[in-house]
């Protein structure tokens, strides 16, 4: 029988934030594929792609019920395993209908494994007397521009789309080997309802959640847009901008930790916000495309830190209880995700990107001025104490 190696539980979770990123990267790379098997035009593909945030959001305020009842390490694997499953399938299925069943399958796989790691998270935190969710989060953004950058290697150099996704799974299955002894055995206790709307403080974190994500979700989706319709950048470049994004983002939460224990988390997210509402100005008000690649450095150096700010935030209240907390917040968050190129496309098509855009520097400068409720420091003070 093999000895898998003890790793610490947080290592661990390093490793799962890493996986999901990577997985979730994955997909991405695959789209034009899925769509070339199924022959599906624009409007059936985004509905397809639909079916993996339904999948997201059915599982998500599932989690905690789940985590409570088996731990986090049981809930994770078995998250992972669908993914492990689905992942190939996608590549290879010629039906649209089975595409979404799939798609369905593969969302509630990563909806549970994203709310899953961040309880884990939370927990393993809670047991260390320095931050570790930039840290956490950090490794999920690196795990992302591994995955893509991997997946789009096999596929230049010559490899089927199908066994290249057979190769992500195995190294999946590989980096859930390692981490599954520190994945943790248990849970929050379960107190109260399996599942409960957001109220008090956990509203507020999950607003500021969505705020975050909503604004990521734009960049992903409309970077490119907006730098070629608007100002005039060459097709070819169009990646550039949320390439400058993630790279930032991934850095800051890399060195997250560290500023967060040195300049506090209230300075962190409120810097971080106007930072973000910064680099928006700078898109919005200079027609100068070298300097809109400034721009989305700031939005993704900005952004970075606040988000593994309000999941640090959420395991010190008591507002509601955290086998509850964690879904529901999170759940928010996935619907500022899905939500955000939805919105910025309805308002550009009856007004303009710029506009749109504006609204999202707007929601920027609102997560800086909530975050003056949250009582973030001392949170992390009666922690420190604890």
Known sequence: MVQLPIISSSLATRLTFFIAGFVTATWAVIVPYARANTGVNEATLGTLLLCLGVGALIAMPLTGSLTTRF?????????????????????????????????????????????????????????????LMSGFHGMYSFGGIAGAGLMTLLLTLGINVIVATMLITLTVIVL????????????????????????????????????????????????????????????????????????????????????????????????????????????????????????????????????PVMFSAVGQQSVMPQSVAVPAMTTMGYLGVLSGPAVIGYVAHFSSLTLAFSFIMALMVFVGAVSFTLNLDQRNSARNNA
Not at 76 to 103: D, F, N, Q, R
Not at 265 to 293: D, E, K, N
């Open 71 to 131: 731990g986090c390490r049981r809930v994770i694997v078995a998250a992972l395993a669908l993914v492990m499953l689905s992942t190939p399938l996608l590549a290879a299925i010629s039906h649209p209908v089975l595409l979404g069943l799939v798609l369905l399958v593969f969302g509630i796989g990563v909806g549970v494994t994203d709310c899953a790691m961040n309880i884990q998270a939370i927990l393993v935190e809670k047991a260390s007397p320095a931050p």
């Open 176 to 307: 859930t080997a390692l981490s599954y002894p520190g994945l943790l055995t248990y849970a929050n206790p379960r107190e109260g309802a399996a599942f409960a709307m957001p109220r008090g403080i956990v509203l507020l974190l999950g607003m500021v959640c969505f705020s975050v994500f909503l604004t990521e979700g734009t960049v992903l989706d409309w970077s490119a847009v907006y730098l070629t319709q608007v100002r005039d950048m060459p097709e070819t470049l169009g990646g550039l901008g949320y390439t400058c994004f993630a790279v930032a983002m991934t850095a800051a939460r890399m060195t997250g930790d560290r500023v967060v224990a040195n300049l506090g988390r209230l300075t962190v997210v409120v810097g971080g916000a106007l930072t973000a509402a910064a680099g928006l100005a700078l898109i919005i008000f200079i027609a100068s495309w070298p300097l809109s690649l400034i721009g989305y450095i700031l939005i993704g150096a900005g952004c970075a830190n606040i988000v």
